[in-house]
């Protein structure tokens, strides 16, 4: 088991980095705090726990895209 080899995969393939999925995701997050904020059709108490679990996840993958995409490699691009 120790001899496994990391294939690329099909979005790695077709030339999409993971730096860019791990950015659409955190747009993606970002957009649904924006949407939760301004939404008309979630109640309050709704809200308040939606933007708090979306929070929780928008840190949770901040933290690990500055983990694995330093600033410095933004050079590169």
Do not use: Q
């Not at 999409?16 to 957009?31: A, F, I, K, T």
């Amino acid at each position: 088991m120790s001899e496994v080899v990391n294939f690329p995969t099909p979005r790695e393939r077709a030339g999409v980095s993971m730096r860019e999925d791990m950015d659409n995701l955190l747009d993606c997050l970002m957009g649904a705090l924006v949407g939760l904020k301004h939404s008309e059709n979630v109640a309050e108490e709704d809200r308040e726990a939606d933007t708090e679990v979306v929070m929780e996840m928008f840190i949770k993958y901040m933290n690990l895209s500055a983990e694995r995409y330093p600033i410095e490699d933004l050079d590169d691009e």
